[in-house]
């Protein structure tokens, strides 16, 4: 059985990632949406927070292995996470190693991603702007990079399925992975 792809989209808190993720997955019929916060929902249900009972495993090692099952599987995903720091771009980085993976750039000028914050009232304002700090910091080599802000979510999805279904080779997951690899950073 082959792996099931990755559609693997990188950005800040409100810059577009999940908005995007469903649109790709209702225009790709055979791709599930799995989201970073969803899974933590998963997690929170489990721990009992009130008590301290938590599980002491950051969140992001069992979504990543997750990840890595549904493809083993054959499933085809829109994977929405944001690579936050060293230690998530590391472990996500050796589990998918050698896997099919659209590596995509979300981009949103800094100025809407606050108006997004307040408009949504989920977030913490501010959390996308400080999460700029080191997102999309690290020499990322994305096979495509879109940006939410400047052009609509389907025109955005439509992009990278064009990219997906352009037959070139998935390139920029791996060489992430091998610069990070050889300390190029």
Excluded at 7 to 17: E, Q, R, T
Excluded at 148 to 175: D, F, H, V, Y
């Amino acid at each position: 059985m082959d792996a099931g792809k990755i559609i693997l989209l990188n950005g800040v808190s409100s810059s577009g990632k999940s908005s995007l993720a469903k649109e790709l997955a209702y225009q790709l019929e055979s791709y599930f949406h799995l989201s970073i916060d969803d899974f933590d929902l998963v997690i929170e249900k489990m721990e009992d927070r009130n008590t301290e009972k938590l599980i002491p495993i950051p969140t992001e090692v069992f979504f990543h292995e997750a990840v890595r099952m549904f493809s083993d599987k054959g499933v085809h995903l829109v994977v929405d996470q944001i690579l936050h720091d060293e230690e998530t771009i590391s472990h996500l980085l050796s589990v998918l190693k050698g896997y099919p993976v659209l590596f995509v750039g979300v981009h949103c000028p800094v100025e809407e991603i606050d108006r997004r914050e307040k408009n949504r009232r989920d977030r913490t304002i501010g959390q996308g702007r400080a999460q700029l700090a080191f997102v999309h910091r690290q020499n990322e080599t994305y096979d495509i990079e879109v940006n939410t802000g400047e052009i609509p979510l389907k025109a955005a999805a439509e992009k990278i399925i064009n990219r997906l279904e352009s037959g070139e080779a998935l390139n920029g997951w791996q060489a992430f992975g091998r610069q990070r690899a050889g300390g190029l950073l």
